[in-house]
């Protein structure tokens, strides 16, 4: 394994995602103005008072990573789902820390904070189009943990390996959040909630600015919820920003429905 993605960023606190999980928390009050967020907040100070008892047990690095997956997935019953539940409860982390069953992104999201917790170098990332939580402990020693199963693999790369192989991408700053909201926003078009993904895609433009793929989906929901000249709008920013765009015929035609839409209107 090759330690390409260490050199290009070192260890530092600066790049460890702060609060995501608190973020995660706090979003969902947009699109369900009824959750109990004190439950969840809750249920979390528990975990972290056992992550803090389990690092005065345990001193030992190797041994206190053990203790912690160990208490994560068979004490504190976290796992990935194999029942038919739908995929925006299964992607919430409030759901989770309640029910300890979700999806790949939401069990991560949660066990990189109690590692961090315990004052370890972790974050989300990407391997083969599948999310991990890594466990950096040098530039050349860490851990990669499948976060539904809590399958685990340590590493070690010679300091004169040059043998190449496909680096990890790792969720740094505001990436694992935004992870959170588009996976949450294609979950509630799934389910036609789609006043909850227009939420969603506010609180991307919020980080991501007039991003034109954000307008493009906001374009779609705000049609679904019968803002037509609205949704004309951002579909044409889409259109003028990305001419290129192989969907760009689909996206042109919709406007000229929303124009003739506007015509009858009128």
Request: net charge negative.
């Amino acid at each position: 394994m090759t330690d390409i993605w260490f050199d290009e960023q070192d260890s530092s606190a600066d790049y460890i995602p702060q609060h995501t999980l608190f973020r995660c928390i706090d979003a969902e009050r947009q699109w369900d103005a009824q959750i109990d967020l004190e439950e969840s907040y809750c249920q979390l100070a528990e975990l972290e008072l056992a992550v803090d008892q389990l690092c005065h047990e345990h001193t030992e690095t190797h041994t206190l990573i053990d203790a912690i997956l160990d208490a994560f997935y068979t004490r504190w019953l976290f796992s990935g789902s194999n029942q038919s539940e739908v995929e925006y409860k299964l992607n919430s982390v409030n759901y989770v820390l309640k029910m300890r069953t979700g999806n790949a992104t939401s069990l991560a999201i949660i066990l990189t904070h109690l590692l961090q917790r315990a004052q370890f170098d972790v974050n989300m990332a990407f391997h083969q189009g599948d999310i991990m939580v890594h466990i950096a402990l040098s530039a050349e020693e860490g851990y990669i943990v499948e976060p539904c199963g809590g399958n685990q693999s340590w590493y070690i790369n010679p300091e004169n390996d040059n043998k190449e192989e496909e680096p990890y991408e790792l969720l740094l700053g505001d990436e694992a959040f935004k992870l959170y909201l588009a996976q949450q926003k294609w979950a509630f078009i799934t389910a036609d909630k789609f006043g909850h993904a227009l939420s969603c895609v506010e609180q991307l433009m919020e980080i991501l600015g007039d991003d034109p793929y954000e307008r493009r989906d906001r374009g779609y929901l705000l049609n679904q919820i019968n803002c037509p000249k609205l949704a004309k709008a951002d579909l044409q920013f889409f259109v003028d920003e990305c001419p290129d765009d192989p969907t760009i015929e689909i996206i042109q035609h919709q406007i000229e429905e929303l124009q003739d839409y506007n015509h009858v209107v009128h």
